[in-house]
């Protein structure tokens, strides 16, 4: 079964540009979760989809969004880049509520 | 709110001896909590689980975690380290309502030869 993919795996963006992000999950899988992670702020939990329906959100501005496709592949959005945003997203998907999340291997996103 | 700690930043050992990587929680109910490594440049692989039942937990790679109900911890250790092994370790928890999970600051594990 492949696992969960990522696109593209290398980004480099300027201020004020936008960014969309995209994730397959494992097949069968109707659960994907987006996660942020840098350095400074470890790994903080952006926003969670189900059956395209967005779950919960993290505590990020309103320049992140996201969604979900009937196909439960997710993309998400950066608008009006900072250089805050650096960083590795990183896409989970799972199939059981409360079990193990399985990750794909991130977008690097480089703002400059 | 469901949460983990991870008092360390870096664990270092030497190959051949054995390893643990401290993690403590904080969660209401029967806890789940969960292991992951990332290796540089990589995704999260995950390690291993506790659910209920068995105290010593076995995952992946040789690792095991032992769960300690009264200290509220879930530490995850080897018996023989390998210079392998040397990865970013985190500790999770599912978040309460959402299949998300909450990760622990994460530990460096580094095994010198």
């Known amino acids: 079964k492949a696992g969960v993919t990522q696109t593209p795996r290398y980004l480099i963006k300027t201020r004020g540009q936008q960014v969309t992000l995209s994730c397959s999950p494992i097949s069968g899988h109707r659960s994907v979760s987006w996660y942020q992670q840098t350095p400074g702020q470890g790994l903080q939990f952006l926003f969670e989809?189900?059956?395209?329906?967005?779950?919960n959100k993290g505590n990020f501005p309103g320049r992140f969004s996201g969604r979900q496709f009937s196909n439960s592949r997710s993309e998400m959005n950066v608008s009006t880049l900072e250089l805050g945003d650096s960083a590795l997203y990183l896409c989970?998907?799972?199939?059981?509520?409360?079990?193990?999340?399985?990750f794909g291997p991130g977008t690097r996103l480089t703002v400059l | 709110a469901q949460s983990v700690a991870q008092p360390e930043d870096q664990v270092n050992v030497a190959e051949g001896n054995p390893l643990t990587v401290k993690c403590t929680y904080s969660v209401s109910g029967n806890p789940y909590l969960f292991w992951y490594v990332q290796y540089p440049n990589r995704g999260l692989q995950f390690l291993l689980k506790?659910?209920?039942?068995?105290?010593l937990v076995k995952g992946s790679y040789g690792f095991e975690a032992e769960f300690n109900k009264s200290q509220t911890s879930f530490h995850l250790k080897k018996p023989s380290a390998l210079v392998s092994d040397s990865a970013l370790y985190f500790c999770a928890v599912p978040h309460t309502g959402r299949r998300a999970l909450t990760f622990g600051s994460g530990t460096r594990l580094q095994v010198q030869p």
């Open positions: 506790y659910i209920t039942g068995d105290n």
């Open positions: 989970a998907s799972s199939l059981v509520e409360g079990q193990e999340q399985f």
């Open positions: 989809y189900f059956s395209e329906t967005q779950r």
